[in-house]
């Protein structure tokens, strides 16, 4: 049962486009959202996160939204260069001293290609 | 800083073969964790440790051990690989308390095959 759902699976955008990633999540224990990129042949690393008190985060380029009651949230690229091409996860841990506090459980990915 | 650093970072078995993968982290984190990643599945948390001598099972921990007896260390043991173990698996770790969470810090893989 995958506890962190993610769509699509993969996403071809033009440059200058904006890219769209969605995530879905059933347990009410997560309260921490990390996107994580990961380039071939390399271990994923952070690119931003939210926390479901806020309904946006903005970092660069790179957007979080979140709807809580959704239990949905989003990750938006504006610009999409091709150095974006890379593989995306949301992920989602849990609240200091609940389910999945010390676990972070990864949705199954998007496999992004900016074209030129 | 060498950061997380697994080794080997290819590995052919064969069935019923045992083998070690071998992460070490020079951050003096506590938290250390083994995932795997198969594709279209993303990354599986196999097991992970919140300090030396404590570990627990993560969401597919069923073909695999691990142990923590120091900070820095953290292997992860196939005892009898089978082909379903085939798969690149990633280590990681961060710092956390009980006040805060850092982000996780990955190594570089390794990308295991059972044959």
């Known amino acids: 049962q995958q506890q962190v759902k993610q769509s699509p699976q993969s996403l071809i955008v033009q440059k200058g486009g904006i890219s769209i990633i969605n995530c879905a999540y059933e347990n009410t224990a997560f309260d921490y959202f990390p996107w994580y990129q990961q380039f071939p042949g390399k271990g994923p690393a952070l690119l931003i996160a939210?926390?479901?008190?806020?309904s946006e985060k903005k970092e660069g380029r790179f957007t979080i939204s979140f709807n809580k009651s959704a239990k949905q949230f989003s990750l938006h690229i504006m610009d999409s260069q091709p150095g974006d091409s890379a593989t995306y996860f949301c992920?989602?841990?849990?609240?200091?001293?609940?389910?999945?506090?010390?676990?972070?459980?990864f949705g199954p990915g998007t496999s992004l290609s900016v074209i030129p | 800083n060498a950061g997380v650093t697994q080794t080997p970072k290819f590995r052919i078995l064969k069935i019923g073969q045992s083998m070690t993968l071998q992460c070490t982290q020079d951050?003096?984190?506590?938290?250390m964790y083994w995932y795997r990643q198969d594709p279209g599945m993303g990354l599986k948390l196999i097991y992970y440790s919140v300090g030396a001598g404590i570990t627990d099972k993560g969401e597919v921990p069923n073909g695999y051990n691990v142990s923590r007896s120091t900070t820095e260390d953290f292997p992860l043991r196939l005892e009898l690989a089978a082909p379903s173990q085939t798969s690149v698996y990633f280590c990681?770790?961060?710092?956390?308390?009980?006040?805060?969470?850092?982000?996780?810090?990955f190594g570089s893989g390794t990308q295991l095959s059972v044959l």
């Open positions: 951050m003096n984190h506590n938290y």
């Open positions: 939210i926390r479901p008190d806020v």
């Open positions: 992920a989602a841990e849990g609240a200091r001293g609940a389910l999945y506090n010390d676990k972070v459980i």
């Open positions: 990681a770790s961060r710092r956390q308390g009980a006040q805060f969470k850092e982000k996780l810090f």
